[in-house]
């Protein structure tokens, strides 16, 4: 019997602006989720990174099942309730719609999902990031699933040297899912001409071409799309099975020791580096750094076991402080060239009202 792992996540509400929920939030999401879960689901998980909460849970209902994405929208709608109780900053603001209709793809929520047979030892990865969009994850998993100077499984492991086969979504496009699927190594330069537009291009799934089986799954949604304004950065969540078909744990993990810059930071428009950081991390520095965590499990007939932090080891300390020098040396450069965000992504904000305000002050000169 198959098992889906399921992880919907939304920003409903913030202490002191956008640095963490409040520990009556988190207690509120869980324990709807526990309690209106108990026929639906077989486990779950519910942590924050950053100022996100997300929801993770295991069933056997397949991918976009109403049921599981009603739950995890009633929590939220539960949650926000607390938050406005509290007084908590952005209560509610990722949940953009009004009334729930067949599953969250739309509605704000960030969602990954995979279902697939379990393997007799069937560990994965979930990983949550916070002040930043769902390009962040292009250049991890290009490394980790399409090189062998980050991944030497993909030399060493038969099935993993068939290659992998990347689905990726043209997040611009509004009416519809516009997807290409390219084959690693045999389109490794297409693959690459499309991840590095991170504000465009994002990966939505990988696929082990040995087996024809999900390795990724990740969110891909904009809510400046769905909102038509800008309402915070999409903060992705990602699932990624490792071992045996799959890259390693420690080939996954890998590339996040770059502190790669990405979108996000403070009005979601600037550009900073990806820092790794523990479970239950807030944000703070120039709303930032954009962040992500990282939590290893294994699964077995659909049960979770407790989460393990993979980002506590002692070596990550020496990547948070190299990112930390590199992020202040990008504010040193102020609203100036590279540390802000291209026109396109800034159009959603309110820079564009004072550029139309100025355009009419120009003259051509005679």
Same mark, same amino acid.
């Given at each position: 019997?198959?098992?889906?792992?399921?992880?919907?996540?939304?920003?409903?509400?913030?202490?002191?602006?956008?640095?963490?929920?409040?520990?009556?939030?988190?207690?509120?999401?869980?324990?709807?989720?526990?309690?209106?879960?108990?026929?639906?689901?077989?486990?779950?998980?519910?942590?924050?990174?950053?100022?996100?909460?997300?929801?993770?849970?295991?069933?056997?209902?397949?991918?976009?099942?109403?049921?599981?994405?009603?739950?995890?929208?009633?929590?939220?709608?539960?949650?926000?309730?607390?938050?406005?109780?509290?007084?908590?900053?952005?209560?509610?603001?990722?949940?953009?719609?009004?009334?729930?209709?067949?599953?969250?793809?739309?509605?704000?929520?960030?969602?990954?999902?995979?279902?697939?047979?379990?393997?007799?030892?069937?560990?994965?990865?979930?990983?949550?990031?916070?002040?930043?969009?769902?390009?962040?994850?292009?250049?991890?998993?290009?490394?980790?699933?399409?090189?062998?100077?980050?991944?030497? *499984?993909?030399? &060493? /492991? +038969?099935?993993?040297?068939?290659?992998?086969?990347?689905?990726? $979504?043209?997040? #611009? =496009?509004?009416?519809?899912?516009?997807?290409?699927?390219?084959?690693?190594?045999?389109?490794?330069?297409?693959?690459?001409?499309?991840?590095?537009?991170?504000?465009?291009?994002?990966?939505?799934?990988?696929?082990?071409?040995?087996?024809?089986?999900?390795?990724?799954?990740?969110?891909?949604?904009?809510?400046?799309?769905?909102?038509?304004?800008?309402?915070?950065?999409?903060?992705?969540?990602?699932?990624?099975?490792?071992?045996?078909?799959?890259?390693?744990? *420690?080939?996954? &993990? /890998? +590339?996040?020791?770059?502190?790669?810059?990405?979108?996000?930071? $403070?009005?979601? #428009? =600037?550009?900073?580096?990806?820092?790794?950081?523990?479970?239950?991390?807030?944000?703070?520095?120039?709303?930032?750094?954009?962040?992500?965590?990282?939590?290893?499990?294994?699964?077995?007939?659909?049960?979770?076991?407790?989460?393990?932090?993979?980002?506590?080891?002692?070596?990550?300390?020496?990547?948070?402080?190299?990112?930390?020098?590199?992020?202040?040396?990008?504010?040193?450069?102020?609203?100036?060239?590279?540390?802000?965000?291209?026109?396109?992504?800034?159009?959603?904000?309110?820079?564009?009202?004072?550029?139309?305000?100025?355009?009419?002050?120009?003259?051509?000169? #005679?």
């Amino acid at each position: 019997m198959k098992t889906t792992l399921s992880v919907i996540k939304a920003d409903i509400g913030s202490i002191g602006g956008h640095i963490c929920p409040s520990q009556q939030l988190l207690a509120s999401v869980r324990e709807f989720v526990l309690q209106r879960g108990k026929a639906l689901l077989i486990d779950s998980y519910v942590s924050h990174t950053g100022d996100d909460i997300a929801i993770l849970m295991t069933h056997r209902r397949g991918v976009k099942n109403s049921d599981v994405h009603k739950l995890a929208w009633d929590a939220f709608v539960a949650g926000t309730a607390t938050a406005k109780g509290q007084g908590l900053y952005g209560a509610g603001q990722d949940l953009l719609k009004d009334a729930f209709s067949g599953n969250v793809h739309g509605m704000g929520p960030a969602v990954a999902e995979m279902e697939f047979e379990e393997r007799p030892n069937e560990p994965f990865l979930f990983f949550a990031a916070d002040k930043t969009d769902p390009g962040a994850f292009n250049l991890p998993l290009y490394l980790a699933f399409a090189d062998p100077m980050n991944t030497p *499984g993909l030399m &060493l /492991a +038969p099935d993993l040297g068939k290659g992998f086969r990347f689905v990726i $979504m043209d997040v #611009s =496009h509004t009416e519809g899912d516009r997807v290409i699927e390219l084959d690693a190594p045999e389109d490794l330069y297409s693959i690459a001409s499309l991840l590095r537009d991170t504000e465009r291009y994002v990966v939505e799934s990988i696929w082990s071409r040995a087996a024809n089986d999900i390795a990724v799954s990740a969110s891909t949604s904009r809510l400046h799309n769905i909102a038509g304004k800008y309402t915070g950065k999409d903060d992705p969540v990602m699932l990624v099975r490792v071992q045996k078909n799959f890259p390693a744990t *420690g080939e996954v &993990l /890998a +590339p996040y020791a770059m502190g790669a810059y990405v979108a996000g930071c $403070m009005r979601g #428009s =600037h550009q900073m580096p990806l820092m790794p950081v523990l479970l239950a991390s807030g944000v703070s520095y120039f709303d930032g750094p954009p962040v992500v965590s990282c939590a290893a499990f294994c699964v077995h007939e659909g049960k979770l076991t407790e989460p393990v932090d993979a980002f506590a080891h002692p070596f990550w300390d020496t990547v948070r402080q190299h990112v930390s020098d590199k992020a202040i040396d990008m504010r040193r450069q102020g609203f100036f060239g590279a540390a802000m965000l291209p026109m396109a992504e800034l159009e959603y904000t309110g820079i564009m009202e004072r550029l139309k305000a100025l355009d009419a002050g120009f003259r051509l000169r #005679s």
